[in-house]
């Protein structure tokens, strides 16, 4: 009978020990907060710096969407100017010449080129336009690498053309400035239809309401 009590003692006791170790268990589970994914919520466009990295020579590529050259978004994503908010368009972007401000000087551009040159694998000389992602006349960061890019070919180009109109679209209220930057620096042939314009015989209209239309202009001579 000894024998028999003390197994059976060693039973209850294990038993009781499992028993609080998968409460423990539960109760720890409960006190660890989920993770949080801080940096997913909002995909707002990186504040510009201009200590940003540039990306190693040959690490980028470019891409095409209808014929039309587009930046590598791993070395490209585009970056803006924290100086140029909703609230504050009417005294920056919006007022011409504003954009000669805050221009880089040729010699730092210069420098800066030659490197993404050689990020993209570009053949020296080639014909292009150091190019800003979301452009200065969209609130685009000035001296970011991350918002600059070697666009093949001449100047003017066609991205230029989608830059002033989304400029005179901000500019007069059809649409708000965030959205017109992160199309522009998602995908540049197709920032009219996600921010939902429409252009027709010169004018930029909104898609669902086509009697609300602003002139396009060329927009900020030197807002590219």
């Known amino acids: 009978m000894p024998s028999s009590q003390s197994g059976t003692g060693r039973w209850a006791l294990a038993t009781l020990a499992a028993a609080l170790t998968v409460a423990g268990c539960h109760a720890s589970d409960a006190a660890t907060p989920a993770p ?5 919520a909002s995909g707002d466009l ?23 050259p587009m930046p590598d978004p791993n070395c490209t994503p585009g970056a803006v ?7 504050t368009i009417k005294d920056t972007i919006c007022q011409t010449g504003w954009t000669k ?4 000087s040729t010699s730092k551009t210069s420098t800066m080129k030659a490197a993404s040159a050689r990020s993209y694998n570009l053949t020296p000389g080639a014909k292009s ?7 200065l006349e969209l609130g685009g960061a000035p001296d970011d690498p991350r918002n600059l890019w070697v666009e093949p070919g001449t100047i003017p180009n066609p991205k ?18 965030a959205p017109a930057q992160k199309a522009i620096a998602s995908n540049w042939v197709t920032a009219f239809d996600t921010v939902g314009l429409r252009v027709a015989g010169g004018k ?3 898609r669902d309401k086509p009697t609300s239309c602003v002139n396009g202009h060329r927009g900020d001579e030197d807002g590219n």
Do not use: F, W
């Open 36 to 40: 949080t994914t801080s940096t997913a």
């Open 46 to 68: 990186p504040v510009g710096d201009s200590a940003a990295a540039m990306p190693g020579p040959g690490t980028c590529k470019l891409g095409s969407r209808d014929g039309q």
């Open 81 to 87: 100017n924290p100086a140029v908010r909703q609230d």
């Open 101 to 104: 401000t805050v221009r880089p």
């Open 129 to 135: 336009e150091y190019d800003h992602l979301v452009s």
């Open 160 to 177: 230029d053309a989608v830059e002033n109109k989304l400029h005179a679209a901000v500019c007069s209220g059809l649409i708000q400035l």
């Open 204 to 206: 930029v209209c909104l």
